[in-house]
């Protein structure tokens, strides 16, 4: 069922139908003949795979960038003699905890994922039984 919301230029505009992850009701408006929006249209799966997947990679990359940096001028300059091998090896302890977070975030991320793409299949499934 699709809740009628109102009317803009003439055209009809309805609520989504979509349920979010949490149970409610989407709130996203939808016009014309569709009911579903961007978010829930099964149509639209495939774009926002690649958009999520697209979106997820930068940030993790540039901090892995960064930390290897930082260990690399530390041990350099550990070998010159000017960094002191206490603040050097703080450092290092401090870059470690880092790449665990790193790691943590992009656990979470594939889990995330792989949810989103159970939702999807059980979408489909309950489509097909449905049909």
Do not use: W, Y
Not at 66 to 80: N, Y
């Amino acid at each position: 069922m699709v809740a009628k919301v109102g009317r803009r230029e003439g055209r009809v505009m309805s609520q989504c139908a979509g349920i979010k992850r949490a149970g409610g009701r989407c709130e996203a408006v939808v016009s014309g003949q569709r009911t579903l929006c961007f978010m829930h249209d099964p149509a639209n799966a495939e774009q926002r795979k690649r958009a999520a997947s697209r979106g997820g990679k930068s940030k993790p990359n540039k901090e892995l960038a960064d930390v290897k940096r930082l260990i690399s001028d530390l041990i350099g300059g550990v070998l010159k003699g000017t960094t002191n091998r206490g603040d050097a090896a703080v450092c290092g302890q401090l870059a470690n905890t880092q790449l665990r977070a790193v790691a943590v975030e992009l656990r979470v991320r594939e889990q995330l994922e792989l949810i989103e793409r159970m939702e999807e299949l059980e979408e489909i499934v309950e489509r097909q039984r449905g049909a």
